[in-house]
């Protein structure tokens, strides 16, 4: 087994020794629940590392959105270069579920944009957890809905030695079972192709294909070579193919499963007879059956995941399979780490009430099976009992973590501020408050309501003189897209952020604020917590006293920690009157600022400003392009297939508008077509 081994130039600092040391001592001594307090900058992110090498256990980390996951996902595989780190979040770009509205008789058909970056991460992640045990997957609250069983993943999936007698027809037909489609002219992931006696497996989890030679009925050779260029990559003794698909069910099973299905559909076509509803009995037999047959001839159809009540082998009202059952498969003493917990913990709590709100009319309606309400998250008792040992991370811990941490001493944030005025120390929260940089938590200032915008206009123009960067938060999309046009027309270099925009050009946007391409990002409550963007020194709130959610006192600490990477941080918040959030907000500011300016005076620490690479677009999910392809590396007989292929992906690239890749990909094409003429080689 490859053992953690966290890579970093940095070592703790500040009080993260005594973070790591308390945590770890707590995890080895059997305590269930503990809660890392730290502050925003202080290095909750090394600390976890840390603690995870000092553990050396399987890690699940979950996060409440996507960019924040994948942010984490890409620091995780820094510190741990050597191990296998995942990435795994909701596969969709876009996604419009399934729904009926009775009161105007719409069907929605279930619409959805699938990631196929995310798809091949999703799929690397499961695969990771049953062949190795150094794994750390960073999730979204995804990972709690319902996933294929991993035994039957594991059980379905296909193991290939060098020199073993196997049948090549045999091998095609196990294939298309584990969803793999043959195609011999677009070779991509999720496909097989064959050519004499060479098959050609392209993973959905790998970057490269896996290629088995044949003499006769042996397997001769045994590699992965390259998708584009089929140049061989590695030799290999032996590997195993998963499947392409999560939801399978094993060829013994499948049987049984269509069989119970069937008398499901009799039983519910009789009740709806009998209820005079002949529409629903009818449309209900149309799908149900069109379903069936698919299944029965593929093993699969669209929506399959809605039958994984029989397809699994589950009883009516067992838990559905996740991510987590992927990981007590690996090994049932993992460590969970609960990221950002005070938004993490209430948004899983809600996610079964409300995907089982829209289930209930299809079902009520005739569109699915009463089955297909088992096709579910998890609720929030099932997914507690799932867990092992559980760090909640968070610089604003909320009532749930911060009970379980105590064994019930503390019932909310404001008793932890009371008990620190007492100078007491409840054992299972440990504070980061002391930034390794010995940066101070932002100035705070209240400034009226009435002309806001104006002034704020005024504060970002003095931020863009000194080349900082600064964040406005709103109420409201339509304000966040308004306000950010009319500082556009001002001249002002500036973008909204919200949850209609896609992931990825989400990371977009934030690596052109750090670079300077933007110097203003307009947005909501995504702008909270855990985005690292030390060049932000300004955060202002517009609407600060409008009581709610987005201007509670633990959204307020946590939007203005969002300038706390910066020497120069401050925050106003527009206000005409001193909520009781904000005073909150004030006094565990001060608080903090008071702690950690003492400890820079003892220590005689002069605070200083976080300098972090920038990275590529789309780092934090994709590993480092490859170098330009050499002539050398492309078999003679493939060169004419490679550079159709590039121009494909020339003219895919610059019909989305992406004209610098494209770019970049014609210059490709025409540095192969000089080293062609150079060397008098025509493709053939």
């Known amino acids: 087994m490859e053992k953690f081994k966290l890579v970093s130039k940095f070592k703790p600092k500040g009080d993260q020794p005594q973070a790591i040391e308390k945590l770890t001592k707590g995890l080895k001594d059997g305590r269930d629940f503990q809660t890392l307090l730290g502050v925003t900058g202080s290095g909750k992110t090394f600390t976890m590392a840390k603690v995870i090498e000092n553990l050396q256990k ?6 409440h959105n996507k960019t924040l996951a994948a942010q984490l996902c890409s620091e995780f595989r820094d510190f741990f270069p050597g191990n296998a780190v995942g990435y795994f979040v909701s596969y969709y770009d876009y996604y419009q579920p ?3 509205m009775p009161t105007s008789d719409t069907y929605i058909e279930k619409e959805t944009s699938l990631n196929e970056e995310i798809d091949k991460l999703r799929h690397q992640a499961t695969a990771n957890l049953l062949t190795r045990k150094d794994v750390i997957i960073v999730a979204s609250v995804s990972c709690i809905y319902g996933l294929g069983s991993p035994e039957d993943y594991k059980s379905v999936s ?32 999720g496909t097989f192709r064959v050519k004499g006696d060479v098959i050609d497996i392209f993973p959905t989890y790998e970057d490269e294909a896996i290629r088995l030679e044949f003499f006769a009925d042996e397997i001769e050779r045994l590699s992965k070579v390259d998708p584009l260029t089929s140049r061989r990559i590695k030799n290999l003794t032996e590997i195993t193919i998963f499947p392409a698909k999560h939801f399978l069910a094993p060829s013994d099973r499948l049987p049984l499963a269509l069989t119970k299905i069937e008398e499901e559909l009799e039983l519910r076509i009789s009740e709806f007879k009998k209820q005079g509803k002949d529409l629903e009995a009818q449309r209900l037999k149309h799908r149900t059956e069109f379903d069936l047959e698919m299944i029965n001839e593929t093993g699969y159809c669209p929506g399959v995941e809605n039958y994984s009540l029989y397809l699994s082998g589950r009883k009516l009202g067992d838990p559905p399979f996740t991510l987590i059952d992927y990981f007590l498969a690996n090994s049932k003493d993992y460590l969970l780490f609960i990221d950002e917990s005070h938004i993490t913990v209430p948004q899983i709590g809600g996610m079964y009430e409300g995907d089982r709100a829209r289930k209930k009319t299809l079902v009520q309606y005739g569109f699915r099976l009463p089955s297909a309400l088992e096709n579910r998250p998890l609720k929030f008792k099932e997914f507690e009992g799932r867990f092992n040992r559980v760090v909640f991370v968070s610089a604003t811990p909320g009532e749930y973590e911060l009970k379980k941490s105590s064994n019930g001493e503390l019932k909310k944030y404001q008793d932890l501020i009371n008990l620190h005025h007492q100078k007491r120390e ?22 009226p309501a009435e002309g806001q915008i104006d002034d704020a206009i005024s504060q970002i123009q003095e931020r ?9 938060t709103t109420l409201t999309k339509r304000m966040a897209e308004d306000l950010s046009e009319y500082l556009t027309e001002l001249g002002i270099k500036v973008n909204y952020l919200h949850s209609d925009i896609e992931t990825l050009k989400r990371l977009d946007i934030l690596k052109n604020l750090r670079s300077g391409a933007y110097d203003v990002v307009v947005g909501i409550n995504l702008l909270r917590e855990g985005l690292d963007l030390p060049e932000v020194s300004l955060i202002l709130i ?6 709610g959610f987005l201007r509670s006192g633990t959204s307020l600490i946590q939007t203005i920690g969002r300038a706390a990477r910066h020497i120069s941080g401050k925050a106003i918040i527009y206000a005409d009157i001193k909520t009781q959030s904000i005073k909150q907000a004030i006094e565990e500011t001060e608080r903090r600022r008071k702690i950690q300016k003492d400890y820079n005076k003892k220590n005689n620490i002069t605070p200083k400003s976080i300098k972090k690479a920038i990275k590529e677009s789309f780092a934090e999910l ?5 170098k330009p392809l050499k002539l050398s590396q492309i078999p003679k007989d493939e060169v004419s297939h490679v550079l159709e292929k590039l121009e494909e992906e020339m003219n895919l690239y610059a019909e989305a508008l992406e004209f610098e890749r494209a770019a970049k990909i014609r210059d490709q094409i025409n540095s192969l077509k000089e080293e062609i003429e150079r060397k008098v080689i025509r493709p053939q």
């Open 464 to 472: 863009i003189t000194k080349k900082q960067r600064v964040l406005v």
């Open 622 to 626: 994709k590993k480092e392009e490859e």
């Open 426 to 447: 409840i054992g299972g929260v440990t504070e980061q408050v002391i930034r390794p940089t010995g940066i101070l938590d932002p100035e705070i200032e209240v400034r």
């Open 158 to 189: 296909l193991n290939f030695k060098k020199a073993e007698r196997r049948s090549l027809s045999d091998i095609l037909r196990q294939l298309t079972v584990l969803q793999y489609e043959r195609n011999d002219i677009d070779f991509k992931r």
């Open 58 to 63: 399987p890690t699940l980390i979950i996060s």
């Open 98 to 100: 399934e729904a009926y």
């Open 542 to 547: 517009l609407d600060g006293d409008k009581e």
